[in-house]
């Protein structure tokens, strides 16, 4: 994982001092409200219905047990001890006193943590695939790259006041983890042409994004040398800084100036100002890479065949268990060992939330089995990487003792959920309690194994923050007239096979939502053949079956 | 002019691009290369009655149509002319004429306008602009760091902004990640000396 220096350091620490002394000078009446929004937005503090809401920055959601630790104690003595991971793989704490936010980032700086750029008009979180460099499909290890952006990105001064946030994703894998499509700049890290022996560089999207206009990015750069990355993006803000929208907050996201000059047109501005800059002090070098990817080594892995009979037979006499093997771990490219999903989609908890302590048994988990690392998700779970086969069935109790071995990672229960109307101003109608009700709906488990696959993903308003235009099946609340009614849609693909969900048709109330989406897996456990999963199912059959059937019965 | 005059709106002018200052701006102050200094700049709104006669006396920025269009003839003046560059206009057309220019300013209307970073980068590092870049308008003491590694070496504040205050905002940060128009280096560059 990567490690401070002293510059990073000195940055981190000198930014807690910059906003300790706007704090003060706001508490003190010198600097209004209106003019401390700016400057608390980049430092990830937002205001919300009842409170303020600090989003922590989990780059490319790495962590480690230390960092697990300061996460919890920020809960337990700021907060109402718990936190919740959000689909960039940050984690908010929905309710911190403004007082108090300077020495919770003096905490976090302790561990090498920040809060800064995780909202407000500028370069976002970079995000990542949480399986990287332990995917069994990966090609090259997406992190360094990821770290190398986040620190040009970090308080660029340039593009500190873009027209709208700004989304970076890095994926090395041959299936996309990271959703680079959905983003302002995807990032997909390749060798030339393909080949296993060539030059490591990245195909370039930009222009992706969800939102209340979702649009899948486009290719701007079929192949691009690793030294030009900084330059590239660099030149990509330029134009955009220069050029995007901020007449309208709506129109302002790069994907409709992308739209409006038209990816060529687009791409050659980007081509004339990259020009100037190219071999600029931007560019890097071999060392430069050498030495990122030095933080990020193999860990040292035993020799160890693959599979093990103890874990084996009791994956046979306990039911429980197998679920939890069967639905929450994975392939690991090493033999002997398993990656490891931790369900934050417990039955009545919101999704993604996790309480103080329930972060310490991560924690000390981790430590004893899985090199003192954790990933959070976009799917707002959490990963151990690196679990040998053969400590399974202890990693399955510890993780069972704190309520954090919910069997149900992938099923329609493992939903992505924004705040929604309990805790976002912005939200027309609730998401937690519709997560809730599909949660005791869908509570049992046969039933939910038999259905498999399904993406389910939730937004509290148009802003999309709950991902629903690429979920399998989306679900956005919508306001009529006062009341909470939810949009349907079936068959978004966040992949590489990118697509945007296809509308079922009139919004449903809000106590039908759950019976809705029951509708729609009977006509796929109908009509599905051999081992298709719904996404499959819906392409091959289109969305006619589905609508019959769930206003059928909705009449 | 007294310094009671701090930020006195002296004229309305005509509807024009909101990107524009909308009337004239007076600050007794300006910080210059990080020092405080006096100040009589006269920052002329654009407006359809603005003629050369109109013009007020002493020293003047004045907008960039109206500084090409009659450039001979404000160079005849005594007194200083600086040319304004809204944040929506294009540096390039300013590009031809950097050599007869001292100072350049940069207005931020109403808000923070993050197009004009990008103006006074290229200002910079682009056309190698050595004169002064000055920022007025929505200038607040949050921003000046960043102001100062973009290219600006000149602030006239917002108003009623404390400007003794704002000088410790340039020593708020003392390492940076990413080259800009200063001294900043790549990160990844100074690292590889030690490594
Ligand atoms: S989707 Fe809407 S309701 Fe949900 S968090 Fe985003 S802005 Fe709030």
Redesign the interface.
């Known amino acids: 994982m990567y490690q401070y220096?002293a510059?990073d350091k000195?940055?981190v620490n000198?930014?807690v001092?910059?906003f300790r002394d706007?704090v003060e000078r706001h508490l003190r009446g010198?600097l209004s409200a209106a003019?401390l929004q700016?400057?608390r937005l980049r430092n990830g503090l937002y205001m919300q219905i009842h409170a303020h809401m600090l989003r922590v920055s989990i780059p490319y959601g790495m962590i480690n047990s230390d960092q697990m630790r300061t996460l919890a104690h920020i809960a337990r003595k700021y907060d109402k001890g718990y936190g919740h991971f959000t689909t960039r793989q940050n984690i908010q704490y929905n309710w911190p006193n403004l007082k108090d936010v300077p020495d919770i980032l003096h905490d976090l700086a302790e561990v090498e943590m920040h809060a800064m750029q995780t909202s407000g008009?500028c370069i976002r979180n970079i995000s990542s695939d949480q399986y990287a460099g332990v995917a069994p499909d990966e090609i090259i290890d997406p992190r360094p790259y990821c770290e190398?952006i986040r620190?040009?990105s970090?308080?660029?001064?340039?593009?500190?006041?873009?027209?709208r946030k700004f989304k970076i994703a890095v994926t090395g894998a041959t299936n996309d983890r990271a959703a680079v499509q959905f983003h302002d700049i995807g990032l997909e890290v390749v060798r030339k042409d393909g080949d296993q022996n060539a030059e490591v560089g990245f195909r370039v999207y930009v222009g992706g994004g969800m939102g209340r206009t979702p649009v899948i990015g486009k290719v701007i750069k079929e192949f691009l040398a690793r030294d030009d990355i900084?330059s590239y993006c660099e030149a990509i803000l330029?134009v955009y800084?220069?050029h995007g929208r901020?007449d309208n907050k709506y129109k302002a996201r790069i994907k409709i100036l992308v739209n409006a000059f038209g990816i060529d047109k687009f791409r050659d501005e980007v081509e004339a100002e990259w020009a100037?800059i190219k071999d600029?002090?931007?560019k890097?070098?071999e060392?430069?890479f050498d030495?990122?990817a030095k933080f990020f080594p193999l860990p040292s892995y035993e020799d160890l065949a693959q599979g093990d009979e103890r874990v084996e037979k009791w994956r046979q006499l306990d039911s429980r268990f197998k679920a939890w093997v069967d639905n929450n771990t994975v392939a690991h490219k090493q033999s002997g060992y398993r990656i490891v999903n931790i369900s934050l989609k417990e039955h009545s908890v919101a999704p993604g939330d996790i309480t103080d302590t329930q972060m310490e048994a991560v924690a000390d988990i981790a430590e004893q089995y899985s090199f003192a690392e954790i990933r959070s998700t976009h799917e707002q779970n959490l990963v151990l990487a690196d679990v040998r086969e053969q400590d399974l069935l202890e990693v399955w109790k510890a993780l069972d003792a704190v309520n954090l071995a919910t069997a149900n990672i992938g099923s329609v229960n493992d939903m992505i959920c924004c705040p929604g109307l309990d805790f976002c101003s912005l939200a027309n109608a609730s998401s937690i309690s519709v997560a809730k009700q599909i949660n005791e709906r869908f509570d049992n488990d046969d039933e939910l194994y038999d259905i498999g696959e399904v993406k389910l993903k939730m937004s509290g308003c148009m802003n999309a923050c709950g991902h629903h235009h690429v979920g399998h099946i989306g679900i956005l609340g919508v306001d009529k007239k006062g009341e909470e009614w939810y949009q349907l849609t079936v068959g978004g693909d966040a992949t590489n096979s990118a697509e945007l969900g296809t509308r079922l048709g009139p919004a449903i109330a809000k106590d039908n939502v759950s019976d809705a989406i029951g509708d729609i897996l009977d006509v796929y456990r109908d009509q599905r053949s051999d081992d298709e999963r719904l996404l499959d199912t819906f392409r091959r059959i289109g969305i006619e079956p589905f609508k019959e059937r769930v206003y059928a019965e909705q009449a | 002019m007294s310094t009671a005059t701090a930020n006195r709106a002296i004229k309305a002018r005509a509807k024009a691009s909101p990107d524009r200052i909308q009337t004239d701006v007076v600050n007794a102050q300006a910080i210059v290369d990080q020092q405080l200094v006096d100040n009589a700049l006269h920052h002329v709104a654009e407006h359809d009655e603005l003629t050369l006669e109109t013009l007020p006396d002493g020293d003047i920025s004045v907008p960039l149509t109206f500084y090409l269009e009659h450039k001979a003839a404000l160079h005849e003046r005594e007194s200083q002319v600086a040319v304004q560059v809204a944040a929506d206009e294009d540096v390039a057309d300013i590009a031809d004429h950097l050599n007869d220019i001292q100072m350049i300013v940069l207005p931020f209307v109403a808000q923070?306008?993050?197009?004009s970073?990008?103006?006074a980068?290229l200002l910079r590092t682009?056309y190698g602009f050595k004169g002064q870049l000055r920022a007025i308008g929505y200038v607040?003491l949050?921003q000046l760091?960043?102001?100062s590694?973009?290219g600006f070496d000149a602030f006239e504040l917002h108003e009623g902004d404390?400007y003794q205050a704002a000088l410790k905002a340039f020593l708020?940060?003392?390492?940076?990640?990413?080259?800009?128009a200063d001294e900043g280096?790549?990160?990844?560059?100074?690292?590889?000396v030690t490594?």
């Open positions: 220096d510059v000195t940055i000198e930014r001092a910059q706007q010198e003019d700016h400057l008009n190398i620190q040009w970090t308080l660029h001064p340039e593009f500190y006041w873009l027209p900084l330029r800084n220069l901020r100037h600029s002090q931007l890097l070098h060392v430069d030495a990122m | 923070i306008d993050g197009r970073y990008s103006l980068y682009r607040r949050d760091g960043f102001l590694r973009v404390d708020e940060f003392s390492e940076v990640y990413q080259p800009s280096r790549l990160i990844f560059a100074r690292r590889r490594h």
